[in-house]
């Protein structure tokens, strides 16, 4: 569920890490830190992607 909250909110700022975080309530250096546990650091996005 984690996993695909950050995806979401990653797609819906384009990739913006700091717009992402602030989504999720959480501040950037948090999201990295969860990003990299979740093995999400080579995520690529493209803001034509649908889920």
Do not use: C, P, Y
């Amino acid at each position: 569920m984690e996993k695909k909250l950050m995806l979401q909110s990653l797609q819906i700022t384009r990739g913006n890490k700091k717009r992402a975080a602030e989504l999720l309530g959480l501040k950037r250096t948090t999201f990295l830190e969860k990003m990299k546990r979740l093995d999400l650091e080579d995520v690529e996005l493209s803001a034509t992607e649908e889920d």
